[in-house]
């Protein structure tokens, strides 16, 4: 279920879009459950990565609520508006700031940009299934041989 829309104009303040969204749960907790929280975001947040961490950490834990992060990677580091965003990170460090706080959360991540998908959590986990079916089906053949060649 969608319940809102939070959008930080002119700013990366993840802190309060996550406090407003949070705060709508506490006050419609009858009316609603959500199960998770979707970032689309496209560059780190103005607060620091562990002050994000912990906050997400403690709130998700209390909601039973994950936080999924959705980075959209882009060639300019200042937005169509020529605004700076607050606090800078190059993509890499940006990377590794949103896993973390995925982590606390409990949620998933996902990372793309104008050339395709550079990482999924989702994909990295059907990838792995497929893999393991593959090995499966490959020892099941083999049982099958051996088994053959014995009658």
């Given at each position: 279920r969608w319940v809102l829309n939070?959008?930080?104009k002119g700013s990366r303040n993840l802190m309060s879009a996550l406090r407003r969204a949070v705060e709508v749960d506490f006050k419609y907790k009858d009316k609603h459950k959500s199960q998770g929280l979707?970032?689309?975001t496209t560059g780190i947040p103005d607060q620091e990565t562990h002050t994000v961490s912990?906050?997400?950490a403690e709130v998700c834990r209390g909601f039973d609520l994950r936080l999924h992060v959705c980075l959209f990677s882009v060639t300019e580091d200042?937005?169509?508006n020529r605004i700076?965003?607050?606090r800078y990170a190059n993509p890499t460090e940006t990377v590794i700031a949103f896993k973390e706080i995925v982590r606390a959360a409990n949620g998933?991540?996902?990372w793309f940009g104008e050339a395709g998908i550079?990482?999924?959590d989702d994909i990295t986990i059907i990838v792995s299934e497929m893999e393991k079916a593959k090995n499966y089906s490959q020892k099941c053949?083999?049982?099958v041989e051996s088994l053959k060649q014995r009658s």
């Open positions: 939070l959008q930080c979707y970032l689309l912990a906050y997400v200042i937005d169509s700076m965003p607050a998933r991540f996902h550079f990482e999924s053949a083999f049982l």
